[in-house]
């Protein structure tokens, strides 16, 4: 049984279809590519919390500030990564002065450096997930270079 051949228009059309296809499939990828997709295409200031405490990363000042929130003998530790230094981390920040208490970390990163951290109970200079108590994690991004 021989083929039959096909028309010649039915070739031009498939092959039309499929370009276009793959035409609006590149373009599509382009946009996307080039979107902004995540927050680090501005300064972003997060907080982490925990039961224990909190830990704050504001943009503009660059400043880590943590504080302990409750009078139940543990501390809290910010435990952290910094995305802008060749070693990432983990870096550990503390606050070991008590209930109502605020200790600062002046971070000096550049433009848009990236910064993962986490508010954890700490107790005799150790951080500890108590019940996994360290909560979600938070991200920033650095505003201006101080």
């Known amino acids: 049984m021989r083929r039959r051949r096909q028309p010649a228009m039915s070739i031009v059309k498939r092959t039309t279809t499929w370009l276009a296809v793959m035409v609006a499939a590149a373009a599509t990828a382009t946009v996307v590519a080039t979107s902004p997709s995540f927050a680090a295409t501005v300064p972003t200031s997060a907080t982490a919390t925990s039961s224990y405490g909190w830990v704050h990363f504001d943009a503009d000042t660059q400043i880590l500030s943590i504080h302990d929130s409750h009078a139940d003998g543990y501390g809290i530790a910010a435990l952290n990564w910094r995305y802008d230094l060749a070693n990432t981390g983990p870096y550990i920040g503390w606050n070991r002065e008590g209930n109502g208490t605020t200790t600062y970390y002046y971070l ?39």
């Open 108 to 146: 000096h990163m550049p433009y848009l450096g990236e910064i993962k951290f986490y508010a954890c109970p700490e107790q005799d200079g150790v951080y500890i997930d108590v019940n996994h108590s360290c909560g979600e994690a938070a991200f920033g991004f650095a505003g201006g270079e101080i």
